[in-house]
């Protein structure tokens, strides 16, 4: 009798969105240049960017508007972008280009993969995850990003005094996202619960939107101890 085949974690879920033809064509021609292939092995980040600086990871970083404003507004630090979705690596590439941005590379690759064969421990200097999908119906908690095997994951990755930032609008996650991070024995609150929202993250126009509505956001800042 065969042994039953069991399917490997994955940091999301494949959906095909629709992918406009600036997009596919950014994608086809621009991630060749800024783009970094998966591989089973250490990446040598200041070799791939050129020079040394701080590092910062964005995990899934959806359309990639917030991952440009940011290095743009940053340009003395590298951000290495994580994303599957073919739709949002072509729009990031595509406003790269536009902003002549020359401090983002991307992996069109699973998170935890790449964290687990690329990135090298104690080798990043912050990470920033923004608003992951929140998957709201409780049968489908599971799914969440943000669970200790991977938070653990992400501490062995940063360096000592390196920053972990995660954004939420889904108060229920919120609250699963602090309780997870302050079981994380390597991690420690910079605030009282929630933080207020650091300068280096934009705030986007849905989220103006909803903050007018009444909604919130909640920012949850970790560093990782000496």
Known sequence: MNAPHHRPIRSYVLRQGRVSKAQQRAHDTLLPVFGIPFAHEIVDLDRVFGRSAPKILEIGFGMGETTAQIASRYPE??????????PGVGSLLKQIQELGLT???IVQHDAV???????GPRSVDGVHVFFPDPWPKKRHHKRRLIQPPFVALLAERMKPGAYLHVATDWEDYAGHILSVLSATLELRNTAEGYAPRPAHRPQTKFESRGLKLGHRVWDIVFRRSP
Do not use: A, S
């Open 77 to 86: 630090n590298d951000y290495l972008g994580i994303e599957v979705h073919t």
């Open 103 to 105: 401090n983002v590379r």
């Open 113 to 119: 993969e790449v964290l687990t064969h690329m990135i």
